[in-house]
């Protein structure tokens, strides 16, 4: 196994250290860097955005030839973690949900015109977009056989009809994809569709309030009443939108850990500097024996997750699908932030607690983690089935099975 780094990965690493550090850790300790909704103001982030731009770092998982720096799994995991490790970070490089999982899978899967008109906005920071198929009970959630958004064929155009929510940033967003019912089978009922924003027959009914931070465009309600989608802007095959679905969520549950583990060792961080400092009885926080024990609990738990998620991602680059190996790394990761932001809370005791760093944000944020793109419950019956269908072979070390 080789776990050395390019040359070329380990610059664009430090760039990324430098301009995270520099740039964007002194912002979040400023209020007025915030909009109402905790994130990065609008005006703010495209001032960074450009600066992202200019040093070459923008769209790093698009395609060369499109102007992104062509990035594999592996090289989005080792740049992801360092941007995110500060909480304005992803968006600025263009990586953060939802348009990272949806610029990756239409550069896989739309036709070299739906690109030029769905994608290349995307790359160039243009236009936001959404991923539309969580629905409200009785449809469709983690279970997308359960749909029932439909998409009825009259003629030359799709006509769909339907209700969805949480469908992370529509508020903001200018192309989605939707995910519909066009037939009955449960493998080969569901197609895909892009649509943009001023298109006729559909509304935005609410934005949600949540319990954490906000991504840009919130997570709102949409009710569709008669859309219409020329079939030129369908995405793959009619009955291929649960392949799209799986391209998709694939690796960005993954993008997801690299993320998530930047975010996790900043709480690290901050922790381990206040405890340096900070005495209390006539002794250091950091020499406290149980102190450091919490310190050294994270500290293994986050490097796990770093290995689950690497191994996940190199996988992905042997050609295979690492379903099982995708599903660990995003329980281990998703707890693991929990983790590591409740216990930098508790050491840095009424300051963690409060705004004077971004433990609350992080923590309040953090519970998403084990919903998201699927709950820990169902990422746990992914690897049961894979340990009851491949026996011993599950625990291979090579590219492994899906």
């Not at 995110?84 to 348009?99: K, Q, T």
Request: aromatic share 6%; glycine share 10%; charged share 25%.
């Amino acid at each position: 196994m080789d776990f050395q780094i390019s040359a070329e990965h380990q610059h664009l690493m430090q760039k990324i250290d430098h301009f995270v550090q520099d740039r964007l850790i002194p912002l979040e300790q400023n209020p007025e860097s915030f909009d109402a909704h905790d994130n990065v103001r609008e005006d703010l982030l495209e001032v960074l955005r450009s600066e992202v731009k200019a040093m070459g770092l923008f769209s790093p998982q698009a395609p060369r030839e499109r102007g992104g720096m062509g990035l594999t799994p592996v090289g989005q995991a080792l740049l992801y973690e360092r941007m995110n490790r500060s909480i304005f970070g992803p968006v600025c490089f263009n990586c953060a949900a939802p348009d990272d999982g949806n610029l990756t899978v239409l550069s896989k899967v739309a036709t070299p015109a739906q690109q030029d008109r769905w994608l290349q906005p995307l790359i160039d920071g243009r236009v936001r977009s959404a991923f539309v198929m969580t629905e409200p009970h009785p449809g469709g959630g983690s279970d997308p056989s359960m749909i029932r958004t439909r998409a009825e064929r009259v003629g030359d155009v799709w006509r769909v009809h339907g209700h969805k929510w949480f469908i992370t940033g529509a508020g903001v967003a200018s192309h989605f994809i939707l995910i519909a019912k066009t037939g009955e089978g449960s493998r080969d009922g569901l197609t895909a569709f892009a649509f943009h924003r001023d298109d006729p027959g559909w509304e935005i009914v609410r934005r949600i309030p949540i319990m954490g931070p906000e991504e840009h465009g919130g997570h709102c309600e949409l009710r569709f009443d008669g859309l219409e989608i020329p079939d030129e802007h369908r995405l793959m095959g009619v009955g291929q939108g649960l392949k799209l679905t799986q391209i998709r969520l694939g690796l960005a549950r993954l993008t997801h850990c690299m993320r998530w583990l930047g975010l996790a060792q900043r709480c690290l961080q901050i922790a381990t500097d206040y405890v340096a400092m900070r005495e209390g009885f006539g002794i250091r926080l950091a020499d406290r024996e149980s102190v450091q024990m919490q310190l050294g609990k994270v500290a293994m738990a986050i490097d796990t997750g770093r290995l689950l998620t690497m191994r996940a991602a190199w996988r992905l680059e042997q050609g295979g699908k690492a379903r099982p190996d995708i599903s660990m790394a995003k329980i281990q990761v998703a707890d693991t932030l929990h983790l590591a932001a409740d216990t930098a809370i508790q050491l840095c005791g009424a300051r963690g607690y409060s705004k004077d760093t971004p433990l609350e944000w992080i923590y309040r944020y953090a519970r998403q983690a084990r919903l998201v793109d699927g709950a820990s419950e169902v990422h746990q019956m992914v690897i049961s089935r894979a340990v009851q269908s491949q026996g011993p072979s599950f625990f291979t070390w090579g590219p492994g099975a899906d």
